[in-house]
């Protein structure tokens, strides 16, 4: 029984080690284009002024969202971490002008593949669907909230420690 | 509320006007923001009894508890045991600087605050004011772009400082699946109080809207797909 139980808390030290491991080791995921289905977003960050900074994806996940509100960064531009956000892979690129974050750029998102967008006309008879595509009309004013997830948290402070 | 806030009038050079709406603003973070003690909002949490709230106030918490009851308690300000009512105050107060710029004689306006927008006439160029929707994957883009023809629209999602609306049924849970929805509605004061509501509902908030007379919505869900009601193509331009 003695030799069960020591094997037990080896074999969960073990699965707890990986679970801490996977957590902070980065994915290594192909690239996936920033647009949904087939549409190809052709628009680039013309605010991207420095291009220095590292565009490695190695780092800890576990830097702190107070790290992302620390105030003066370091101009440039930084890849962060990529993080699994159970439905897929979220990586992003900060640059920073004046010390402050200018752009965030999602460099992976969760993709959904052309095959598995359908509208359930059963479940909505109202409501319609379509993929989300990248836009250059002109507008006055923009409605919207800048996101975040905990993978992009992750990300982003993994992108932002580069910075500090 | 710590927010940036933008005004533009196009049929007035009256510098007054912009100023006095900023003024407004102002006065409204002084009294709800949860971030200054000396706040009304931060006294009422500090114990500051009902009878000595003010009357504008008590008139936010009537609000409050009316959108509360529409919308089967997922608008909740109550968190921990702590007022907060600036899910329904942002919408509530560009609303009232709205009315203010009308009363004062402008026609052609649009007031925005942390991404929730009431517009008014039309733009420098005499046509309707448009409106882009931003791209929860990528903040410097835009999906989707709406004539608003004098409604008010705003957009729930979560915000960069952190989660900042959640499911008051199930409170240590943030909502899942959608990344943001965006309401168009009579004014901006109905579209923000409904968007933070539906938000926390998740997925099933889209269909909620759907049955409410008076809104349209669009929802973009984590893998990049938008789900809208059945009017809100009547407002897409692009």
């Not at chain 2, 009038?9 to 912009?18: I, M, N, Q, T, Y």
């Not at chain 2, 009431?118 to 883009?141: A, M, Y």
Request: with cysteine.
């Amino acid at each position: 029984m003695k030799k069960i139980f020591i094997g037990t808390i080896v074999l969960a030290t073990l699965v707890i080690y990986s679970l801490g491991v996977r957590h902070e080791r980065p994915k290594v995921g192909s690239p996936v284009s920033l647009s949904t289905g087939s549409t190809t977003n052709t628009k680039t960050n013309s605010a991207v002024s420095t291009a220095s900074g590292s565009s490695s994806t190695s780092g800890s996940g576990a830097a702190t969202q107070s790290q992302a509100a620390a105030g003066a960064y370091k101009d440039g531009s930084y890849t962060g971490s990529t993080e699994d956000a159970f439905y897929g892979n979220v990586q992003v690129k900060v640059t920073v002008q004046n010390g402050k974050i200018a752009v965030v750029n999602f460099l992976q998102y969760p993709h959904t593949h052309d095959t598995s967008v359908f509208i359930n006309q059963q479940a909505m008879p109202l409501l319609q669907q379509e993929a989300i595509k990248a836009q250059n009309a002109h507008v006055d004013v923009v409605s919207g909230a800048t996101y975040t997830s905990q993978a992009f948290v992750q990300s982003l402070s993994n992108a932002l420690s580069q910075a500090a | 509320m710590g927010m940036p806030i933008t005004v533009e009038v196009v049929d007035s050079s009256d510098s007054a006007l912009l100023s006095s709406t900023f003024n407004y603003f102002h006065e409204i973070d002084e009294r709800y923001s949860t971030y200054k003690d000396s706040s009304e909002i931060s006294q009422i949490n500090h114990g500051l009894p009902k009878t000595q709230w003010s009357t504008e106030m008590q008139e936010i918490m009537r609000l409050c508890e009316e959108t509360k009851q529409e919308t089967d308690s997922y608008f909740d300000v109550e968190h921990s045991g702590k007022l907060d009512p600036s899910g329904l105050v942002k919408g509530w107060s560009i609303w009232q600087a709205a009315q203010k710029l009308l009363k004062a004689g402008a026609a052609d306006f649009y007031i925005e605050a942390g991404g929730d927008i009431q517009s008014n006439g039309v733009n420098s160029e005499g046509k309707p004011w448009l409106v882009g929707i931003r791209n929860p994957f990528n903040t410097d883009e835009t999906i989707k772009t709406v004539r608003l023809n004098g409604k008010g629209i705003a957009t729930s999602g979560t915000y960069i400082r952190g989660q900042h609306i959640y499911n008051p049924h199930a409170p240590e849970k943030p909502p899942r699946g959608v990344q943001s929805i965006t309401l168009i509605a009579a004014n901006v004061y109905e579209a923000d109080r409904f968007a933070t509501a539906a938000f926390a509902m998740g997925k099933a908030g889209i269909m909620f809207i759907e049955k409410q007379p008076g809104l349209e919505g669009y929802m973009i869900d984590d893998a990049g797909i938008a789900t809208y009601t059945s009017g809100f193509n009547e407002y897409v331009y692009a």
